[in-house]
């Protein structure tokens, strides 16, 4: 009990016990660098459920609304040590949803200069803005047609604050800001950007459109690897010999197909059945948003596999062997060996 008593003190010491069976306790909450009067009336056996609150009209006020989680702490609380500790955070919350409640708008010149500015901008480049003005997105299209949108959150004080930038870039976008910037000032480095990157949208969408993407299914502008179905299996080969046949002026997908020697299959024309994409263990494309990326190195089997599927199986051979992350085996449907390099933990 004293243990409880020196803690009390020592985290509210402005609550101070009225009389010394300590059954009235009288004094102050403290809360974002205010004092709320508050005082805590015990029944004899010192119980919080039968206990009773009498609070200030300020702390009344604020705590209105809360009235049912306060009583229900009281219930609960153990001691009025842990009741205080909870009465606090709660007070907390409640005068920070107090304050954004009653936050005060920002003056008129902050709306005006906003319309100013989107309207030298043109309102067909809004997509979207909010009824406080805090939220606003804007759109512009690259020299290649494609759309894009910035979305921009002010801040409080805004323009003296630069505003958040969120884009849909494979690199990242910080445009730089003075307090002398506006919404102008950001939409110019928003196309300098686009300009920056169309080479590279060019290269991804040439490749979603002539072959067939199997990941991401729906690539983001920000997305930077594509998996592809191909119609043969073994490259490497091929790869080392014909590297000295790639040519920059040619595009990225031309020069694989000349590498390569091969034709990407496009999904309009195939259907994917017309592949062997289901992992030869569990039967199924995706497991746990994986696909089946282990091929067996034999050029007339090419089964796929779940990387944990394959882990499970070859763990499960009595002449399976482990070296580090890689282990040696047999393929489960040719029986020649397999190896599969581990990456991250498996249990």
Not at 19 to 41: C, P
Not at 51 to 67: D, E, F, K, M
Not at 219 to 226: E, G, L, N, Q
Not at 251 to 260: A, H, R
Request: aromatic fraction near 10%.
């Amino acid at each position: 009990m004293a243990v409880t008593e020196a803690s009390l003190l020592r985290q509210f010491p402005l609550l101070l016990p009225q009389n010394r069976s300590k059954t009235v306790y009288e004094g102050f909450i403290s809360a974002q660098g205010r004092d709320f009067h508050l005082r805590i009336v015990l029944p004899e056996d010192l119980q919080l459920k039968n206990a009773r609150l009498l609070c200030s009209w300020q702390l009344r006020t604020i705590l209105n609304g809360y009235h049912q989680i306060v009583q229900q702490r009281m219930q609960h609380s153990l001691d009025l040590l842990s009741f205080m500790m909870e009465l606090k955070m709660l007070l907390e919350v409640a005068l920070k949803n107090r304050q954004e409640l009653y936050a005060l708008p920002p003056p008129p010149q902050f709306y005006s200069s906003l319309i100013e500015e989107i309207g030298t901008l043109g309102w067909d480049k809004l997509v979207y803005v909010d009824t406080s003005f805090n939220t606003i997105k804007l759109k512009a299209e690259d020299a290649s047609g494609r759309e894009h949108l910035i979305t921009l959150k002010l801040k409080a004080k805004y323009p003296a604050e630069s505003p958040d930038c969120f884009v849909d870039f494979p690199v990242s976008f910080s445009p730089s800001w003075t307090p002398q910037s506006s919404l102008i000032s950001i939409y110019s480095q928003f196309l300098a950007a686009l300009e920056s990157l169309k080479a590279f949208w060019d290269v991804m969408d040439e490749i979603d459109e002539k072959t067939w993407v199997l990941e991401p299914e729906k690539p983001p502008r920000s997305a930077t690897a594509r998996r592809i179905a191909l119609v043969v299996k073994p490259l490497g080969i091929k790869l080392s010999r014909n590297i000295h046949l790639w040519d920059p002026e040619n595009s990225v997908l031309q020069n694989l197909k000349d590498v390569l020697e091969i034709d990407f299959p496009a999904r309009a024309i195939l259907e994917k059945s017309d592949f062997t994409m289901d992992c030869g263990i569990c039967y199924a494309y995706q497991l746990d948003g994986a696909i089946p990326d282990q091929v067996c190195d034999n050029s007339q089997c090419g089964q796929p596999f779940h990387q944990m599927c394959l882990y499970e199986w070859l763990r499960g051979l009595p002449t399976s062997r482990q070296s580090f992350n890689i282990i040696f085996g047999e393929c489960p449907y040719c029986s020649k060996p397999i190896t599969l390099k581990m990456s991250g933990k498996k249990h």
